[in-house]
């Protein structure tokens, strides 16, 4: 997938984990969409490290690897900014 298309993915997967995630975050909403994007490259990092498959452009599972990346991500920036 093309560094664009992750860029998109990410920043669909931050607003999820945003919403899934809700609460004050240190830095706002636009903080927390770079986290998506983040974890985005994180989730799919991983998820090809541990043999969860790879992430093969814009699918469900792609998706869910991205999301739960960015919510990781998510609450280990909460957990540094406390």
């Known amino acids: 997938m093309g560094i664009l298309a992750w860029i998109v993915f990410g920043l669909i997967a931050g607003i999820i984990a945003k919403l899934i995630m ?5 830095g706002g909403f636009i903080v ?36 739960l990346g960015a919510i990781v991500l998510l609450v280990i920036y909460r957990m540094i900014k406390r």
Do not use: C, Y
Request: net charge negative; charged share 5%; hydrophobic share 50%.
């Open 32 to 67: 927390t969409i770079i986290i998506g994007i983040v974890g985005a490259f994180v989730g799919g990092w991983i998820g090809t490290a541990l043999g969860f498959g790879e992430v093969t452009g814009f699918n469900f599972g792609s998706f869910v690897i991205a999301v």
């Open 22 to 26: 809700p609460g004050k975050d240190p």
